[in-house]
């Protein structure tokens, strides 16, 4: 697993060149209804050991939450069966909106 930026996610999606991952948000529903990242897929953290299934293992996958904590145990748990390509978002969709969307709502 590795580290992402909130800005280095931004420079990511924002590459014609490269292409997008995988924007896996762990958080509850009702935290993804106050606010979310364009393109994320919403799998609570309890629904992924069920759900992991659903995901390409060799595909990037950056890993979201509300802070970067539930975020990194997915992203962990996601490594130990089979996923290569993980990142795990630092400072989650919080710091995604006081480093690259300033508009976004926090709570």
Request: aromatic content about 8%; charged content about 20%; proline content about 7%.
């Amino acid at each position: 697993m590795q580290n992402l930026s909130p800005q280095m996610l931004k420079d990511w999606l924002d590459d014609p060149a490269r292409p997008s991952p995988v924007l896996l948000d762990v958080r509850e529903p009702w935290e993804f209804e106050i606010c979310h990242i364009t393109g994320s897929r919403l799998m609570p953290m309890h629904s992924v050991p069920h759900m992991a299934g659903q995901l390409q293992q060799d595909e990037e996958i950056v890993v979201i939450c509300h802070h970067g904590v539930r975020s990194r145990h997915v992203a962990v748990f996601l490594e130990r069966n089979g996923f290569s390509r993980i990142y795990n978002l630092s400072g989650g969709v919080d710091g995604w909106a006081n480093q690259v969307d300033h508009a976004m709502p926090l709570y």
